[in-house]
Nanobody
Framework: QVQLVESGGGLVQPGGSLRLSCAASGLTFSMYVMRWFRRAPGKEREFVAGITSAGGTTNYADSVKGRFTISRDNAKNTVYLQMNSLKPEDTAMYYC??????????WGQGTQVTVSS
C-alpha cells in the first residue's frame, strides 16, 4: 500500500530553519506531483508548495514565497521542504500529498513544526 512518511519537524526559534522530508513508498513516485500542505490550530488546511513530477516546476503560497524551497529526489522517492526565516505564523502540522490526474491522492500523517522563542 501507499505510504508517505514525513519527518524533520520540531521546535525552532523565529528566524531559524528546518528541513522537512517525505519518504514515499508503494507508488511510482516519479509519476506524481508532490505537494506540501499545513494546518495551523483553529485554521483550515492550506497549500504551501508543489513540485511537478520531474521537478522542473515549483509553486508556492504567497506567505512562504522566498523563504521555503520544495525539491525532490526521484531516486530516493523523497520530497523535501527547506524552510528558512521561520515565523511564529508558520507553526502548523505539515503534510505531504501526492497528486496525479485520474488517480487517488495520498496523505502522510504529518510532522509538527513549532516556531517559538
Amino acid at each position: 500500500q501507499v505510504q508517505l512518511v514525513e519527518s524533520g519537524g520540531g521546535l525552532v526559534q523565529p528566524g531559524g530553519s528546518l528541513r522537512l522530508s517525505c519518504a514515499a513508498s508503494g507508488l511510482t513516485f516519479s509519476m506524481y506531483v508532490m505537494r506540501w500542505f499545513r494546518r495551523a490550530p483553529g485554521k483550515e488546511r492550506e497549500f504551501v508548495a508543489g513540485i511537478t513530477s520531474a521537478g522542473g516546476t515549483t509553486n508556492y503560497a504567497d506567505s512562504v514565497k522566498g523563504r521555503f524551497t520544495i525539491s525532490r529526489d526521484n531516486a530516493k522517492n523523497t520530497v523535501y521542504l527547506q524552510m528558512n526565516s521561520l515565523k511564529p505564523e508558520d507553526t502548523a502540522m505539515y503534510y505531504c500529498n501526492t497528486w496525479r490526474s485520474g488517480h487517488l491522492d495520498y496523505w502522510g500523517q504529518g510532522t509538527q513544526v513549532t516556531v517559538s522563542s
